[in-house]
Nanobody, 115 residues
Framework: QVQLVESGGGLVQSGGSLRLSCTAS????????MGWYRQAPGKSREFVAI???????NYADSVKGRFTISRDNAKNTVYLQMNSLKPEDTAVYYC?????????WGQGTQVTVSS
């Protein structure tokens, strides 16, 4: 069974930065794609960024140039560096790992950006 634990959320002023971390544990075979999603109040969960086993990355248009996803395979950890944060980035951020037949979500971490 695979588990994900996120950390790094918090309250930050507009223009500030935060770095989220997500560590995977359990029966992970090989290096799996991992990504970040977010859900704002009253909205659906949306894609933010993904990094594959070959370290190919992709981002939502709304975060391109401001967010950077990276990974440390030795630690089974993926990071999301968020710069130039805006109030509209306020959401619960969820980590996801894509397994061979399934995917697993973390519990989420709150990011609040004040104007």
């Amino acid at each position: 069974q695979v588990q994900l634990v996120e950390s790094g959320g918090g309250l930050v002023q507009s223009g500030g930065s935060l770095r989220l971390s997500c560590t995977a544990s359990g029966s992970i075979f090989g290096i799996r794609p991992m990504g970040w999603y977010r859900q704002a109040p009253g909205k659906s969960r949306e894609f933010v960024a993904i990094i594959t086993n070959t370290e190919w990355t992709n981002y939502a248009d709304s975060v391109k140039g401001r967010f950077t996803i990276s990974r440390d395979n030795a630690k089974n950890t993926v990071y999301l560096q968020m710069n130039s944060l805006k109030p509209e980035d306020t959401a619960v951020y969820y980590c996801q790992i894509v397994l061979s037949k399934d995917y697993v979500w973390g519990q989420g971490t709150q990011v609040t950006v004040s104007s």
